[in-house]
């Protein structure tokens, strides 16, 4: 019997939920309702699980108007082709992460002296990275610190992650509200930022390891390196950025670049980050999908089978009260 | 010779309305984690033997040990997830129940063991315990049929067999207002408690729509239902019996919930079996 059919409606269903995920005039419009709907008491307790999916779906296609120094960026990829900004972002994600531990367990760390140190060297080695890592030069350097900390969110959110966790997510939401009533719709949203932010920091992490990066990315890398002095900086980072608007929502990519290579326009570059290869997906071709159903099988089965093993003190009690 | 007397006084206990909520995600993890293979997985040193693993699969192996690690991960997440949700529904369908304790009339959807009385998550029922079937505590083997995974009261601390039964029925309560208490019962009713002549509490759990509570007394001069506050939303069936004075039925009366169903019924007589 063949089943290239269900193949064919997983692909078509696939492309159908992409591009409509990738129109204004849907997701703005759902977000909007399910808000409206989240007014009404009686509507509430199911619309309430309902939005998050919906605003990851419009915070897809609003990050990528948050610019990225030194690197090109599309609704499902962020590509570095600055070495340095990337070792960049990657100081900054892991000092987050520190500065969450640290929170976390505050408790059991005896700050001293040393928190305060910590608060005057943080913003000064931020500044001094700045100027030092990123493709900016001359006023830029005063505000790229700021913009970066909200190019942070970008590199965890974005992936191609994170439009098949949405849908899923929506998907498992409607089926509670409308065939269980369950009230798990907050844990599972829970579940689907967790997962939508291994996924980004996956990918953004991988990028660390790819020693063979497309050729527009080397293209531009050498770009980059052949940059020697300050004019070929970028110094008004966030006027070019702001002029660049309309055309970042024309072409769906984000790149500021003072020189772009000629032979690259908008579209091209478009078009060439959507052919880059995706990492995790050429690995993940390699044998891994049916490794992967394997073992997923063999771990329920066991869980199953080791459960029911006879293995302690056993008695049949009657039961009296 | 002086013999002391103890003197225990008996508090009744306020019983508990509360609702049960929904299962945190960190709260389904553990419970999941109560399963023999994922505790064992998941002491320290299984741990450290699962990272070196993972480690060298990585340098010799990585597309295996990525989708070995990957297809693992989304089982667990897929079963969390399944769980999360099946547990969000039995939550949802004990509200609509309001199943409650027979003895104290508080709200109950919890489960203990039969030998150790410690709590049992609700993992046990789910999918007829094929991912809990030893007692978290004490390692006894759950099971609904043996009357080993009992339903249990943690106000009153008792507990009732059948939890899956139980918990899948609505809990009804029904008071009868009559001038004389029956002598005997039976069809499935079992006295509960007796206060006197005045007043007498029945359980029936054999029947497969509900589980019914009632209370017959014989005190129709108080002109008051003979049933807590928090139990009068739950009042399904109010019967007076005719010989009841029309005056203190009405007043009776009066005092019924929005839902329920009053009816006049024949008097009980002296020798009269209920």
Known sequence: MNFDFLKDIFLSSRDLLAALSARWEVVAPLVATLFLLNQFAKIRRFASCLVFPALLLLARKLVLFIPVSGAISTEDRVLFWSPQAYWFFLALVAVHVLILLGIRFRAAIDWGAAGCWVFIAAPVGLYYATAALLPVSGASIIYMPVVSLVGVAKLLLVSPLLLPIAWLALFIQLGLVIFTRSEAGREVNKLALVSVLAGGLMYFGFQALDSKPAPLISQLQQTARTKSSDEEKITNFLEVWVEKLPQINRLGVNVIEKNLPAAYKPVEVKRLVDEVPDPWQSLWAKAAIPVALLCGAALLVLLLLVERLRVGDECDLTVSE | ?274
């Open chain 2, 1 to 274: 010779m002086v013999q002391a007397t103890v003197k225990t006084s008996v508090r009744e206990l306020s019983p508990n309305t509360a609702e049960p909520i929904g299962l945190l995600l960190g709260e389904a993890c553990l419970h999941l984690c109560h399963n023999r293979l994922l505790r064992l997985a998941t002491q320290p040193v299984m741990l450290t033997l699962e990272l070196v693993a993972v480690v060298l699969g990585v340098v010799y192996a990585p597309a295996v040990t990525f989708g070995a690690v990957v297809g693992m991960a989304a089982i667990f997440l897929l079963l969390v997830v399944l769980y999360l949700c099946w547990h969000g529904w039995f939550i949802h369908r004990n509200r609509r129940f309001k199943t409650l304790c027979l003895h104290c009339t508080s709200r109950m959807w919890q489960l203990c063991c039969a030998r150790c009385r410690a709590p049992v998550p609700a993992l046990a029922l789910w999918l007829w315990g094929a991912f809990l079937t030893h007692c978290p505590h004490c390692g006894m083997r759950l099971s609904d049929r043996k009357r080993t995974l009992l339903a249990w009261c943690s106000t009153c601390l008792k507990s009732r067999d059948r939890p899956g039964q139980f918990y899948s029925k609505p809990t009804y309560v029904i008071v009868w207002m009559t001038i004389a208490l029956p002598v005997e019962v039976k069809g499935g009713w079992q006295r509960l408690s007796q206060k006197g002549a005045q007043e007498m509490v029945l359980y029936n759990t054999s029947r497969a729509q509900s589980t019914c509570l009632m209370y017959i007394s014989a005190n129709y001069r108080g002109n008051e239902l003979p049933i807590k506050e928090h139990l009068k939303g739950q009042l399904r069936l109010l019967l007076i019996s005719n010989d009841v004075p029309e005056e203190h039925a009405h007043l009776i009366i009066g005092h019924r919930g929005p839902r329920t169903i009053c009816e006049r019924v024949d008097p009980l007589g002296r020798s009269d079996e209920f």
